[in-house]
C-alpha cells in the first residue's frame, strides 16, 4: 500500500516555457503533500506544503509566483514551474500524507526537468 | 532551508563490513526516520523511530533515537552490494508534518 505516482519522470523544455508535473496518491487519500527540489549530489529542500483544498504555504526563498502548487483533490497535487528558466533544472520530488498515517510518508519517484 | 549534520559524508566499504551513520540537529525532533535514495528515483523509507531511546531493526539495519532527541544514528550490518545508495536523515517537529533533511551519506560497496 501507500503508493505515490509522480508523472512525468524527465521532462526537457524550452526556456520561458511552462511545465506542469504530477503527483497522485494511488491507493489513499493524501490529506497533505510536499514538494522537493534536490540539486545534483544535495539534499532534499523543502518547497511547499499542500494541503488539499487550500493555498500551498510556501517555504522562505521559494517563488509562489513561479511554482504554481494546486492540490484540488485528495489524491492529486500538481506544481507548474512557470517561465522556466535553465536555473530551475533540478530533480523535483512530492511526498504524501494520508489520514492516520505516522510520519513514514511515501516519496514519488522524481521528476528530473531540464531546461534549455 | 535548514538541513541537518549528518556524517559521513561518503564512504566506500568492503563488502561484508559494517556501517554506521549519524545525524545531528540544533534542535528537538519528535521523530526521526532514515530513508535510502537510488540514483534518479525518490527516498524509499527504511526506519521511523517515534520515542527517545527507542531501537529500531529492518533486516540487517537498526537505528536508534537518541535520547537528546537531536541525534539519531543507522548502522548497517554486513553490507552487500545493493547497500549501495545515498541514506538521507529526517527530523519532523511535532504538529508541522514537515521533514528537515540531513546533508545525506554516499554509501559504496566493494564486492
Known amino acids: 500500500g501507500a503508493v505515490v505516482s509522480q508523472h512525468p519522470s524527465r521532462v526537457i523544455c524550452k526556456s520561458g516555457t511552462s511545465v506542469k508535473i504530477e503527483c497522485r496518491s494511488l491507493d489513499f487519500q493524501a490529506t497533505t503533500m510536499f514538494w522537493y527540489r534536490q540539486f545534483p549530489k544535495q539534499s532534499l529542500m523543502l518547497m511547499a506544503t499542500?494541503?488539499?483544498?487550500?493555498?500551498?504555504?510556501?517555504e522562505q526563498g521559494v517563488e509562489k509566483d513561479k511554482f504554481l502548487i494546486n492540490h484540488a483533490s485528495l489524491t492529486l497535487s500538481t506544481l507548474t514551474v512557470t517561465s522556466a528558466h535553465p536555473e530551475d533544472s533540478s530533480f523535483y520530488i512530492c511526498?504524501?500524507?494520508?489520514?492516520?498515517?505516522?510520519?513514514?510518508?511515501?516519496f514519488g519517484s522524481g521528476t528530473r526537468l531540464t531546461v534549455v | 532551508g535548514q538541513q541537518l549534520n549528518q556524517s559521513p559524508q561518503s564512504m566506500f566499504i568492503q563488502e561484508g563490513e559494517d556501517v554506521s551513520m549519524n545525524c545531528t540537529s540544533s534542535s528537538i525532533f519528535n521523530t526521526w526516520l532514515w530513508y535510502k535514495q537510488d540514483p534518479g528515483e525518490g527516498p524509499v523509507l527504511l526506519i521511523a523511530?517515534?520515542?527517545?531511546?527507542e531501537l529500531t531493526s529492518n533486516g540487517r539495519l537498526t537505528a536508534q533515537f537518541g535520547i537528546t532527541r537531536k541525534d539519531s544514528f543507522l548502522n548497517i550490518s554486513a553490507s552487500i552490494p545493493s547497500d549501495v545508495g545515498i541514506y538521507f536523515c529526517a527530523g519532523v517537529s511535532s504538529g508541522t508534518y514537515k521533514y528537515i533533511f540531513g546533508t545525506g551519506t554516499r554509501l559504496k560497496v566493494l564486492a
Open positions: 523511530l517515534y520515542k527517545a531511546g
Open positions: 511526498s504524501a500524507r494520508g489520514t492516520g498515517v505516522g510520519y513514514g510518508y511515501t
Open positions: 499542500s494541503n488539499e483544498g487550500s493555498k500551498a504555504t510556501y
